[in-house]
């Protein structure tokens, strides 16, 4: 991968096992970038960041460190994780991608794992390799290799459970955390996957209900999006291109959930679709292929999530009671996981994490993925954890100036008292016919 020119950026590998817990496993290599600090004394802990998924490159287009703030006092070190796009091996299983973003029936997607997984066996892949632990021990190798004592960590959605098995596995090498928008070890997320979506939307009805002026503009907005969901299940909404139906309609508004700029305008949307008016919803419901390793995603999630989870539970989140039109936020099926056929996890990946460690955790009032709730779950367990919900803000809590004001102020002294200035500022969801719609470049 080509990176800009000029700028202190130093790329290699890092050699590891496929699988440690097995004495003669080959092994596999890792791209790592390391953004050198702008800094004239750059501080000794460099900052790695984990990104979510399980899945999600960390590597895929960082060619510049031009404008990262956290290069102003230290290093950011970047690990491709095991699997991950530009690892070797790879896993990735571009047929799930597709079929996913289809809707495809689970016995399609079922095949395509299937088939997937053969493949992968076939070149040589040891599946059971490829846990949240192993990444962990290779995060750890790095630190090691590099002689740094200790170092940061900013975990983002899978990212934060990825950093709380470190935690976990080597607390020595960590002198902070951050984690924003978390997913706790200890919970089981596909038995409650479709319950965080019907909170944040919850939440979006409310607050509109509770503004005189959004109320006024779109009175009863509950009632007619739970009566739009319906309808579109009963004889569907008719869109240019195809037939609307409850889960179309549910999983737009979700899309809108995590754009930050979209959640003013969702009232104005959802009250337009209710009246026929589609030009707002639409835009929303277009599905694209996600950029998931596949391969990485199950071998991770069919270890170390399914087996702790209760099937009924599971199909309760698909269920027509919910409202949602059978919206299915699961990140995996229990008959996907028996295709792929990995090893459980040991307890362990299902116990919250016990730590001393300085922890920020962050998480946004909207986030329809990682719900507020499971990042103050952590504060049972980390005395020295900070919880901070931002305002307005969704599955991504730190990527906003407030956010990332209180990321650094708190990297750059992880004991001090922490500011929440910038927090009591925040005007909150301001809704209303134009909010969130930019002006246009044309005068």
Known sequence: MKVVPGE?????????????????????????????STAATPAADPVVYLPGGPGLSSIDGRTTGKGNPFLMERDLILLEGRGNKFARPSLACPDINVLRAQNADTATQTEAVARCRAALVASGVDLDGYTSAETADDLDDLRRLLGIRKWNLIGFSYGTRLAQTVLQRHPEGLRSVVLDSVLPIDVDYDETAASSLRRAIDALLAGCANDPDCDTRYPDLHARFAKLVADADRT???????????????EAVGTGLQQPATIPTLPRIISEAADGRLAGLLPLTQQTPSSFNWGLRLSIWCGEEMPFEMVSRMASQTSPALGLGGVDNRAATPEMCAAWRVSSADAKANEPVKSDVPVLILAGEFDPVTPPAWGRRLLRTMPNARFVQIPGQSHGAMFNRCGGQMTLAFLH???????????AKLPGTVFGPDAGIAASPMK
């Open 8 to 36: 202190r950026i130093e790329c290699g590998f890092l050699y590891v096992p496929e699988n440690r817990r097995k004495a003669r496993s080959r092994t596999i290599s890792l791209p790592v970038m390391i953004f050198r």
């Open 413 to 423: 002294d992880p004991g001090a008292p922490l500011s929440g200035d910038c927090i």
């Open 236 to 250: 569907g909404v008719a869109a240019p291109d195809r037939m609307l139906r409850g889960r179309d309609i549910v």
